[in-house]
T-cell receptor, first 114, second 114 residues
């Protein structure tokens, strides 16, 4: 069990550029979640996958955001035409099925928009 | 929608002392789970403790315990014999309907002094 891995750790980009983040969950976990965390706040849910199916999306996930989990393993989160307000820490988590299963978080990707 | 409220932005405790972090929530569900997560500075979020709402007994994990008051919708975290390594941001979290994603409180920053 190597834990949840996220890449890159930091991303600095100019406004208007596209960025893509990757998340590798714990191998036996079939659920994968993306959250966004801004300074001084708790994580806010963005989207979640059960295997390769994207089952839920938050209202926070505008049409500039897209997430995939093509083979039910790793996931990517893409932000198109980045805006200043997209600056945040993007957290990925994974878990087993079940209401009492804890979510295991990665270190996050910190996005800074210049 | 579920709401989670942490009314203490910051708490301080001395080593070896006990501190209690408060959390209240609002839900119409009758059976659910509650979680406390810890996020040390620049490090990943980890699960501290979880409580099942249908269980009368309060959960305990070593120096960490909860005081769960279901009728009052209160879920506080008690840390006994505080250690320097306990310094972190602590988040209370509640599953959204369908037990998929989590709603987090805004967090309480715990400072531990020698």
């Amino acid at each position: 069990d190597t834990g949840v891995s996220q890449n890159p750790r930091h991303k600095i980009t100019k406004r208007g550029q596209n960025v893509t983040f990757r998340c590798d969950p714990i191998s036996e976990h079939n659920r994968l979640y993306w959250y966004r965390q801004t300074l001084g706040q708790g994580p806010e849910f963005l989207t979640y996958f059960q295997n390769e199916a994207q089952l839920e999306k938050s209202r926070l996930l505008s049409d500039r955001f897209s997430a995939e989990r093509p083979k039910g393993s790793f996931s990517t989160l893409e932000i198109q035409r980045t805006e200043q307000g997209d600056s945040a820490m993007y957290l990925c988590a994974s878990s087993l099925d079940g209401p009492n299963q804890p979510q295991h978080f990665g270190d996050g990707t910190r996005l800074s928009i210049l | 929608a579920q709401t989670v409220t942490q009314s203490q932005p910051e708490m301080s405790v001395q080593e070896a002392e006990t501190v209690t972090l408060s959390c209240t929530y609002d839900t119409s569900e009758s059976d659910y789970y509650l979680f406390w997560y810890k996020q040390p500075p620049s490090r990943q979020m980890i699960l501290v403790i979880r409580q099942e709402a249908y269980k009368q007994q309060n959960a305990t994990e070593n120096r960490f315990s909860v005081n769960f008051q279901k009728a009052a919708k209160s879920f506080s975290l008690k840390i006994s014999d505080s250690q320097l390594g306990d310094a972190a941001m602590y988040f209370c979290a509640f599953p959204n309907s369908g037990y998929s994603t989590l709603t987090f409180g805004k967090g309480t920053m715990l400072l531990v002094s020698p």
